[in-house]
């Protein structure tokens, strides 16, 4: 016997397919997420855990005000996920620092700052430190230093645990997750809805479909008449052996987890689909990090590992309805962890066309489809 | 000198080494691991958790990190991985290594 199809089918298990299910499941829809297998590029299981507004939309105001609402949305929205799931996020977000070696560098990321302040108003501040001042304030920190500019606004939270919680709260919800669902292809069914070939020859019908399969979603993309094209860029990261201190800061390329751990990343190479990590950046990484906090030369490194950031052509999220299939919808994006919590509501919203939904027009595929022809 | 383990040595030790774990005496065979020699000696906790939970040496193979124990000064070192050496000093760790103090890289 057939099973009565789900009322939206999410394509992608990773943190943005499980967020904009857990906000379907809130409007009280039926939702099923069919995620690929542990072989395939996860960029959500490998980040850098940062909930960041510094320097986010600089020069595109949708994304600036964007990030600023999903950074203001956040203690709520893991209050909700914590009581959801029973799982602790370790959300913190007492402000963070972008810390520099190089004054050419400062000085960009500064006037970007600026932008960005422009803006955002009253809604955004922003600080520029001065090395000594830096030093004073956190007197660790080395003399390689020039400067860092500061935001009270950003923070962090432990991803993995956020992964899994957003995994048992779809589960808490009634959403159904099936693991090792591969979807092959996509179709427009005769008399509406879509059909879905899974790589393991199941096929499943489903009224809706929102595709947010990572790196995996070019071809899917295709199939339904979508413009975007994805594209891997791999960031390396280290983490150290965990300590009984905290580290007194947060900054954008040294965190300290809750658990105690020590993590530096930041790196980027357009490497194609290759997330293995190198030589080469591993030192490259441990090296600023004693550079920015010369007492971390003393700790051992214990893991390494690259990871796959998941990039739209200019790097912004794209959400797009099919214009050519009703109910279908393509959700991308850099930052799936800082925008977790609008995910969850307003995107969803938005997917569900409720009269209440944003206007997200701005990040519409149409701004794409002029670049691709030509 | 060895206190009561739940682990037995073959009998056919060639030679000893002589180590100390808390100040105390603790007698190895060469070719003993630091994990192998802690084992054999008392099958007692080597380390606290972060959380205070007890930990000893469990997959003697380089994967699980519980054998962590303070080697000449330097903490979080991998028991298991590395051979007794004659006049070693082993300290139990209890709870996490601190930023400061973690001994000259070897
Ligand atoms: C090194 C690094 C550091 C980062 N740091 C941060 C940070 O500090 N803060 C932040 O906000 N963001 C950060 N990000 C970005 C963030 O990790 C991503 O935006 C987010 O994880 C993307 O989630 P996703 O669900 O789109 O993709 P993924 O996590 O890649 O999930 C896609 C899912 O789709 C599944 N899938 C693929 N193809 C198919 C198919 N055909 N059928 C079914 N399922 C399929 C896969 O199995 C996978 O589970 C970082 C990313 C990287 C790589
Ligand atoms: S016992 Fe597992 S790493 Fe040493």
Same mark, same amino acid.
């Given at each position: 016997m057939a099973t009565r199809p789900s009322e939206i089918t999410i394509i992608g298990g990773g943190v943005v397919g499980l967020s904009v299910a857990l906000g379907l499941l809130q409007a009280r829809r039926r939702v099923t997420v069919l995620d690929g297998s542990d072989g395939d590029f996860r960029a959500s299981q490998g980040n850098f855990g940062l909930v960041w507004l510094q320097g986010k939309g600089a020069d595109f105001a949708p994304y600036a005000d964007w990030t600023r609402d999903a950074v203001a949305a956040w203690p709520g929205f893991a209050a909700m996920l914590e009581e959801l799931s /029973? +799982? /602790? *996020?370790? *959300? $913190?977000?007492s402000g963070g620092f972008e810390v520099f070696t190089d004054r050419a560098e400062l000085e960009d990321f500064s006037a970007a700052l600026e932008r960005q302040q422009a803006h955002l108003g009253n809604r955004f501040s922003h600080e520029i430190v001065a090395a000594d001042d830096l030093r004073r304030m956190?007197? %660790?920190? /080395?003399? %390689?230093?020039v400067g860092a500019t500061f935001c009270a606004l950003d923070g962090h939270v432990n991803p993995l645990r956020l992964l899994r919680a957003l995994r048992s709260a779809v589960s808490a919800l009634g959403g159904r997750i099936l693991s090792g669902a591969q979807v092959s292809d996509i179709a427009a069914a005769t008399g509406g809805g879509f059909d879905l070939s899974l790589r393991d020859g199941r096929r499943l019908g489903a009224e809706r479909v929102v595709l947010?399969? %990572?790196? %995996? +979603?070019t071809p899917l993309a295709t199939q339904l008449g979508f413009v975007t094209r994805v594209r891997p860029q791999r960031g390396e990261l280290l983490i150290t052996e965990r300590l009984a $201190?905290?580290?007194?800061f947060l900054s954008s390329t040294i965190r300290q987890v809750d658990e105690g751990g020590v993590q530096i990343g930041g790196t980027k190479a357009d490497v194609g689909p290759d997330d293995s990590e190198t030589l080469g950046m591993m030192a490259t990484l441990a090296r600023h990090a004693v550079t920015v906090f010369p007492a971390l030369a003393d700790v051992r490194v214990v893991r390494a590992w690259g990871a796959l950031r998941v990039m739209s052509p200019d790097g912004y999220p794209v959400y797009a309805r099919s214009p050519r299939h009703p109910g279908a919808y393509l959700v991308t994006c850099h930052s799936g962890v800082t925008l977790a919590p609008l995910h969850a509501t307003a995107l969803a919203e938005w997917i569900d066309e409720t009269s209440n939904a944003p206007d997200l027009e701005a990040f519409d595929e149409n701004r794409f489809a002029l670049s691709d022809a030509a | 000198m060895k206190i009561a383990s739940r682990f037995l040595t073959r009998p056919d030790a060639a030679g000893a080494v002589h180590l100390t774990v808390d100040g105390e005496p603790v007698t190895a065979r060469p070719g003993d691991t630091v994990a192998a020699a802690l084992l054999a000696h008392s099958g007692d906790a080597s380390r606290q958790s972060g959380k205070g939970a007890p930990r000893t040496a469990f997959c003697m193979m380089g994967i699980c990190f519980d054998c962590l124990v303070e080697v000449d000064g330097r903490p979080n070192s991998q028991g298991c991985m590395i051979p007794v050496r004659a006049g070693m000093v082993l300290r139990r760790q209890r709870g996490l290594r601190p930023l400061a103090g973690g001994g000259e890289d070897a």
């Amino acid at each position: 016997m057939a099973t009565r199809p789900s009322e939206i089918t999410i394509i992608g298990g990773g943190v943005v397919g499980l967020s904009v299910a857990l906000g379907l499941l809130q409007a009280r829809r039926r939702v099923t997420v069919l995620d690929g297998s542990d072989g395939d590029f996860r960029a959500s299981q490998g980040n850098f855990g940062l909930v960041w507004l510094q320097g986010k939309g600089a020069d595109f105001a949708p994304y600036a005000d964007w990030t600023r609402d999903a950074v203001a949305a956040w203690p709520g929205f893991a209050a909700m996920l914590e009581e959801l799931s /029973g +799982t /602790g *996020l370790a *959300l $913190d977000q007492s402000g963070g620092f972008e810390v520099f070696t190089d004054r050419a560098e400062l000085e960009d990321f500064s006037a970007a700052l600026e932008r960005q302040q422009a803006h955002l108003g009253n809604r955004f501040s922003h600080e520029i430190v001065a090395a000594d001042d830096l030093r004073r304030m956190h007197p %660790g920190i /080395g003399p %390689g230093v020039v400067g860092a500019t500061f935001c009270a606004l950003d923070g962090h939270v432990n991803p993995l645990r956020l992964l899994r919680a957003l995994r048992s709260a779809v589960s808490a919800l009634g959403g159904r997750i099936l693991s090792g669902a591969q979807v092959s292809d996509i179709a427009a069914a005769t008399g509406g809805g879509f059909d879905l070939s899974l790589r393991d020859g199941r096929r499943l019908g489903a009224e809706r479909v929102v595709l947010c399969a %990572g790196l %995996g +979603t070019t071809p899917l993309a295709t199939q339904l008449g979508f413009v975007t094209r994805v594209r891997p860029q791999r960031g390396e990261l280290l983490i150290t052996e965990r300590l009984a $201190d905290r580290l007194p800061f947060l900054s954008s390329t040294i965190r300290q987890v809750d658990e105690g751990g020590v993590q530096i990343g930041g790196t980027k190479a357009d490497v194609g689909p290759d997330d293995s990590e190198t030589l080469g950046m591993m030192a490259t990484l441990a090296r600023h990090a004693v550079t920015v906090f010369p007492a971390l030369a003393d700790v051992r490194v214990v893991r390494a590992w690259g990871a796959l950031r998941v990039m739209s052509p200019d790097g912004y999220p794209v959400y797009a309805r099919s214009p050519r299939h009703p109910g279908a919808y393509l959700v991308t994006c850099h930052s799936g962890v800082t925008l977790a919590p609008l995910h969850a509501t307003a995107l969803a919203e938005w997917i569900d066309e409720t009269s209440n939904a944003p206007d997200l027009e701005a990040f519409d595929e149409n701004r794409f489809a002029l670049s691709d022809a030509a | 000198m060895k206190i009561a383990s739940r682990f037995l040595t073959r009998p056919d030790a060639a030679g000893a080494v002589h180590l100390t774990v808390d100040g105390e005496p603790v007698t190895a065979r060469p070719g003993d691991t630091v994990a192998a020699a802690l084992l054999a000696h008392s099958g007692d906790a080597s380390r606290q958790s972060g959380k205070g939970a007890p930990r000893t040496a469990f997959c003697m193979m380089g994967i699980c990190f519980d054998c962590l124990v303070e080697v000449d000064g330097r903490p979080n070192s991998q028991g298991c991985m590395i051979p007794v050496r004659a006049g070693m000093v082993l300290r139990r760790q209890r709870g996490l290594r601190p930023l400061a103090g973690g001994g000259e890289d070897a």
